[in-house]
């Protein structure tokens, strides 16, 4: 790969890891509920579904599911279903709090703390079930990517800039989020937290719906 395509997919993506989307949002609600450190487990999930949509899109398969209205549509319902879940249980999600309780911190995370694997899989299945993902990689990756040279070996650079930035970005989400947990440390404040986020992943996953093939 050129040092300049490489150079112009890093600016891309940053731009992409920034943009406001289901990873985003899971980062922050984890990061305001569980800390920066209970989050880090949830943002390694989503980079795992990121990896696998960005090979996937990469070796071609991505473009037969944009181009198979079967294999797209049960993407897009799979998604939005799950997004929508998850919305539900935060919006009903329990938020019981001892007056003198002043909120998880990333030294004491929240005794509902779920557990490794199941933040590891939350954040895998939001990002991995995400067509819009998917459209969107099989529509930008073919501009980075040089059929004269090894296909493995590109993608192996642009899977490792894509998942070291979205990292960096969606870790800087959660921290800013926990900074907020001084202020919401009493069951009302938690409870309207909970379904802000749980409101957005809602309509997150309705947006899906909308999602078209060939869309870019």
């Keep these: 790969m050129e040092w300049q395509v490489w150079i112009a997919y890093f600016v891309a993506s940053w731009a992409i890891a920034l943009s406001?989307?289901?990873?985003?949002?899971?980062?922050m609600s984890h990061g305001l509920a569980y800390g920066v450190r209970g989050a880090s487990a949830t943002i390694l999930g989503l980079q795992a579904g990121l990896a696998v949509i960005l090979l996937v899109a990469g070796a071609g398969v991505g473009a037969l599911l944009v181009a198979s209205a079967t294999a797209f549509t049960?993407?897009?319902v799979v998604g939005?279903?799950?997004?929508?879940w998850l919305g539900w249980r935060q919006w009903r999600a329990p938020?019981?709090?001892a007056p003198e309780e002043s909120g998880p911190t990333d030294a004491a995370p929240s005794a509902g703390l779920p557990s490794?694997?199941?933040?590891?899989g939350i954040g895998f299945f939001t990002n991995v079930t995400n067509p819009k993902g998917i459209v969107f990689m099989v529509a930008v990756l073919p501009q980075f990517i040089d059929p004269a040279r090894p296909l493995w070996l590109q993608l192996l650079v642009l899977l490792v800039t894509t998942i070291g930035v979205d990292?960096?970005?969606m870790h800087g989400y959660a921290f800013l989020a926990s900074r907020a947990q001084r202020w919401l440390a009493t069951a009302r404040a938690r409870q309207a937290q909970n379904r802000v986020f749980g409101g957005l992943l809602m309509a997150m996953g309705a947006s899906?719906?909308?999602v078209k093939r060939g869309a870019g």
Excluded: D, N, T, W
Aim: charged content about 10%; cysteine-free; proline content about 3%.
């Design 208 to 210: 899906l719906f909308l």
């Design 80 to 84: 939005a279903a799950y997004l929508m």
């Design 20 to 27: 406001p989307g289901s990873g985003a949002v899971l980062s």
């Design 167 to 169: 990292l960096i970005v």
């Design 95 to 97: 938020v019981a709090v």
């Design 116 to 120: 490794v694997r199941q933040r590891l």
């Design 74 to 76: 049960v993407v897009k």
